[in-house]
């Protein structure tokens, strides 16, 4: 059995975040970091992904509360 069969899968390119059927965001890595992008403008940069999901968790739950 290969090693590489445990491995995780490697992060790639684009990665699209929804909210059921809504596309809230993009995350796009980028020699520079993870760009994230919401509604065609990056609101920021992180150094990883897992921080980069967060920004776009934070950034939806303050427009939600906007828009209540």
């Known amino acids: 059995m ?3 069969k445990h491995r995780l ?3 790639r390119g684009l990665q699209w ?3 059921g059927r809504e596309l809230l ?3 796009e890595l980028k020699i ?3 760009h994230v992008i ?3 403008r990056e609101i920021g940069v ?3 992904r897992v921080a980069a999901l967060d920004l776009v968790d934070t ?6 509360v906007q828009h209540v």
């Open 46 to 48: 992180c150094a990883d």
């Open 59 to 64: 950034h939806a739950t303050q427009k939600d």
């Open 38 to 40: 919401v509604r065609n």
């Open 25 to 27: 965001a993009v995350i």
């Open 17 to 19: 975040v929804y909210d």
């Open 32 to 34: 520079d970091g993870w």
């Open 2 to 4: 290969s090693a590489r």
């Open 9 to 11: 899968p490697r992060p």
